[in-house]
């Protein structure tokens, strides 16, 4: 965690974002962030269900507090590049920088709440940040992860 004050920190994690608006995929090195990006960014585009996903950062995550909230992006060193476990760091298409609107930590999939009410938040920076938490390797979480940045959700959910 960052010193109290400080409003930038590099996080260890991918960030991927839809529409300016970026999820902060969070876990142990090998448990799927990396792939979980690839699939998302992959998914076919065309309907409410599958908006496009841009890359924002792989492997390390710039968090910047402005005015707005938090915003993401990669460091310079890693701009652009997705590591895609054997075969190698890949050059993909990345956007710049995205607002940071949801934090998802990977985790076994009888660890997910089936509906979470009151849905789980983090102070990141000191701003309070709904976590969802998601099985990295099932099929759906690439879905899981547009439904989740697109329809906010924890916007409805009990205080």
Known sequence: MP????????????????????VLLRGPPGAGKSDLALRALSLPVGSDLTPAFELVADDQVAVRRDPDGLTVEAPATLKGLLEVRGIGILAVPSVGAARLVL????????????????WPTEILLGIRLPVLRIAPFEASAPLKLALALSHRPWLGMSP
């Not at 998802?104 to 979470?116: G, H, K, Q, S, Y």
Request: glycine share 8%.
């Open 3 to 22: 010193p109290a004050g400080t409003d930038k920190t590099i996080v260890h994690g991918t960030a991927i974002a839809i529409d300016g608006n970026a």
């Open 103 to 118: 934090l998802a930590d990977l985790t076994m999939a009888d660890r997910v709440e089936r509906l979470p009410d009151p």
